[in-house]
C-alpha cells in the first residue's frame, strides 16, 4: 500500500484544516487506518484510529472533540478533520495503514505532513 498525506499548512489557533491520506496499490477497505503526529523533540505519538468498516475509532484524549477520523473506501482515501485548532497541534502528521486495528507497528506509512498553528 502507497500512502500520500495531504493538506497540512500554517493556521492561526481556533482554525480547521482537514488532512486527507490517498492509498493506491492494494485493497484499502481491508486496512485499518490511523494518523501519527511527532511534535519537534517529541516522539510519534497515534491520535486516531479506524476501522476498515468505519464502526470503531480511537482517539487520544489530547485531540478527543476536536479532531474527526472517517474513510471514504470508494476512494482510497482517509481523512482527520481538525478543528479548534492548538499551537500544541503543531506537528508533522503521518497516515498510516495495516491490516490489525491499532497494531503494535502499522505495516505502511505515508510521508508526512506539516501542520503548524501559531498563536
Known amino acids: 500500500v502507497q500512502l500520500q498525506a495531504s493538506g497540512g499548512g500554517l493556521v492561526q489557533a481556533g482554525d480547521s484544516l482537514k488532512l486527507s491520506c490517498a492509498a493506491s496499490g492494494r485493497t484499502f477497505s481491508s486496512y485499518a487506518m490511523a494518523w501519527f503526529r511527532q511534535a519537534p523533540g517529541k516522539e510519534r505519538e497515534l491520535i486516531a484510529a479506524i476501522t476498515w468498516s468505519a464502526f470503531t475509532t480511537y482517539y487520544v484524549d489530547s485531540v478527543k472533540g476536536r479532531f474527526t477520523i472517517s474513510r471514504n473506501n470508494a476512494k482510497s482515501t482517509v481523512f482527520l478533520q481538525m478543528n479548534s485548532l492548538k499551537p500544541e497541534d503543531t506537528a508533522i502528521y503521518y497516515c498510516?495503514?495495516?491490516?490489525?486495528?491499532?497494531?503494535?507497528?502499522?505495516?505502511?506509512w505515508g510521508q508526512g505532513t506539516q501542520v503548524t498553528v501559531s498563536s
Open positions: 498510516a495503514a495495516d491490516k490489525s486495528y491499532r497494531p503494535k507497528e502499522y505495516e505502511y
